[in-house]
């Protein structure tokens, strides 16, 4: 197979991530044959320090015109913490996503036996968690109006949803649960807000079309404690784009290390492969962050290829790289191993 | 002293619980010579039922005229699985939040030694937590417009903030910080929310004030993971609105139970005071609800009128029958202890 994929490095900790899932793909494409063409190009802080826009077009083109796109983290302090700034790199992505109508995105989280001794949660409240995460990645307060009054003393964020961009997510989720354990619950707090109800209401409607998945649904704020108390209850959880960050990141927990998360982000032509965690700046360019996030991303990419044998071996060497402990200090504090030493061990399994 | 109590016990398990509260007051009372006068009056789904309103206006001028709220729990699945209906019980408690001006509510995160087992979470993680959640309770997204349109195809939620409103509790939380560890850290979403940019504008601002306490920012999605990973680095969260609903209740996993976990809200001249658990309309009726919560709200009560010794025997009776396991199945699966006889076991420690 050939595949042009468009590598966005971004910021932070992002390019060493990267390499390593490159170097895995590159091992993958010699020893099954195919060819994977990758170009790099410009997004998030480093694209705004060399050409003023956190998402060129240069990189939007690319990424229109590629099979995929692989990517690594956004963000940088000196923006955040500067409420004056007219440019961020977030938005760079935030737009990448709408452009490329990502309105999907997919977060397995699944705990690796070896590492059940990791997460600060006991082991017998983890085993055998299974869930998926189908967050709505192109709507609600992300993309709704922002207003700041002149003088800077109000300010306001618009969540808006349509029955459409509900929808279409929510038959991905069902579709995805037939796969799985057949049950969504989707959360939100349809006891306050008005677009909650509306997700209510459709996701209600679309499940019909599914009669062998049950719906449940949580409010968000119970939501945020079943995912600790009891996460072996979910199966696929479907929510609003808000609602999916929070929830994901929480659930992180579960798997000991955000470093070992990845997400698909998908649309009716497109798809985007991210890790969950972000751009981690204080380790950035020390060899130390985890890139088994970026790995997995990349193997998630090779599934939705229909390459099936490739990814479970990428999986595979992910899982032997986790058992023999050659992992990074997320994992294991005193490790001696870095990133390179992962993506070596990953990308030589394969 | 002399005190008039509003007594709103609300839906589902408040009735119970807040009969226990009540229970131990009237001991607190009799022990210490204090007059505490019981007013209860309708609010939420049992409001609505009787009167269709859930907040009658006899409830909010009794509200309005006391020295103090106490309140059970508010909803009932009957309206959160209707998104037709007009009236909600929720908009009682909104609503009475908004119209006694109760813009801060402070959530206290703290674990019993003899429960630090009965987290989820290992005990080396939780050992040594102590923080407090301070949450917006009057503005954002909760109260800021909401509309769908006529089709019914399109909703959407308002979330605003002034400066104003966040000065003020912000000069809270900076102000507890001062009796605690001095940190304040604020969880917003600044990379992508216009409301957020204002939030860390003004509370940098409000921090000028306290040069003695420490000022960090967390995003959202990464305080969630925190909360878990790391309990211990947090003193006083600040927080908006919806963003303290989610993390307290997902905190409460530390305590080993939400049923454990009460709450003050302040505003100008009034205040209330509610456990952070729900409804929980599985369990109403059945003698099962954890009353803690409710006594514990009644603790924070007496604290707000600087009856300290008072509150400081409540707390005692409560860590009591924690050890004596004098509790309800949250705590102990196997417990014989019901609602009442927890109640009567604080009551009777008074
Ligand atoms: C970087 C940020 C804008 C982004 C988000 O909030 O979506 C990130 O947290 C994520 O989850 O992909
Ligand atoms: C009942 C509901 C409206 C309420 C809220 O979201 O504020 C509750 O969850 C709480 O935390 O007090």
Redesign the interface.
Known sequence: MNLKIAVLAGDGIGPEVILQAKKVLYAVGSVYNHEFVFEDALMGAVAIDKTGNPLPEQTLNLCLNTDAVLFGAI?DPK???N?DAKV???QGL?RLRKELGLFANIRPIKPYKSLLDAS???RE?IEGTDFTIFRELTGG??F?E???NEA?????????????EIARIAHLAFKSAQNRRNKVTLVD???????S??W??VVKNVSAAYPDVALD?L????A??QI??NPKQFDVILTEN??G??????A??ITGS?GLLASASLGKTNALFEPIH?SYPQAAGKNIANPIASILSAALLLEHFGLFEEAKNVYEGVKKSIEYQVVTIDLNPGSTFGTNEVGEFVSNFI
């Open positions: 963000g923006y955040d913490n409420p961020r790199p977030e935030l600060p949660l006991k409240y307060v992300y709704g922002k207003k700041l800077g003393t109000l300010a306001s964020d618009l969540c808006e949803y349509s029955e459409e707090k349809a006891n306050v807000l008005e677009t109800r509306l209510r209401k649904f409010f968000v704020d119970n945020a404690m600790i108390l808000l609602f960050d929070i929830l994901s990141d929480e992180s927990v955000i972000g």
